[in-house]
């Protein structure tokens, strides 16, 4: 069925892959997006409503004037050090936001919440394996910013009738692999993208942070998503929540995960060039791997993924990057 749906953060990396897939599937969308980290353009389907989340009489007034059934909530700060260093920006725009939005939703009779979580959450875990019962032991405000958000959802939907899925990404790479959107942040920290900016020529070189971890080749290990997978696990969650599902918390991932130095393989061999590459210590609050247990989301949502391979992931996220360094030439 059609749903009206709320997408904040519809225009930043993630929510704007969500927000073609919905549009694809033709349900109505309104985002709101404060355009502080996300892009006007990429925003291929809906209504682009610049705002704030934590703007309480906008949120309510959206949700009443557009009969919003459902919200996608996507609007948050990611960067891990920034909120170690500015932890109460962090607690306002992901935590207090998230309590704003919350409390709207509930007035306004929403039914249905997605919310995206993080594999931050877990910190660093004793096994590199993490599953839903792993215990959560964020260490760092934004994995804490996040899991507040988690609980605060956890207790509402017991004391209404808002049902909800929270989706604890792990490490989301890649783009639309028919180049459309993709990932834009300025100043990226992330692995893939870092990468990809070496091979294209826009950095110089790539650090390896930490050569000496107990992995087999000694650098670090993450469970790479391709965001269209990622995006996909949205729309089945929605499925799964419209069929009656209880409220829920799933891990999104695939369950393997690969080295730096197979990631800058990879990127090298997709891109046809040597990246320059400078080994470097380890990063403080990296854990040495960090996997998905991911049997759950498949049985719980019937979600199965497409691009589960490496080399997909860094092809469309060299495509997008080739696209950003042209429109920039
Ligand atoms: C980061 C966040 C994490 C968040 C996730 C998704 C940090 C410390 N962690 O995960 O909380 O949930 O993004 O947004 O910011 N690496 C290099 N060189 C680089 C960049 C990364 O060697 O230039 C290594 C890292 O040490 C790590 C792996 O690559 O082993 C992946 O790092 P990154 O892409 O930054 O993601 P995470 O730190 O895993």
Redesign the pocket.
Known sequence: MTRRILVTGGAGYIGSHVVRQLGEAGQYIVVLDNLTKGFREAVLYGELVVGDTGDRDLVSRLLVEHSIDTVMHFAAL????DSVADPLEYYRNNTCSTRNLLECSARAGVKYFVFSS???VYGMPAEPLATEDTPTVPI?P??TSKLMSEWMLRDLAIASDLRYVALR?????GCDPEGRIGQSTPAA???????CEVAVGKRDS?????TD?PTTDG????DYIHVEDLADAHLKALNYLERGGESTTLNCGYGHGF??RE?IEAVEKASGEQLAVVE?P???????S?IAGADRIRSVLGWSPRYDDIDLIVNTALLWERKLAARSD
């Not at 990404?169 to 790479?173: G, I, L, R």
């Open positions: 990611t960067i891990v050090p993080t594999a931050a760092n934004y994995g990404y792990f490490n989301v790479a920290t992330l692995l893939i993208k870092v990468a790539l650090s390896i942070f930490g971890y650098t670090g290990v993450r080295s730096v990631v470097s380890r990063r403080a609050g990296d854990p040495p960090l």
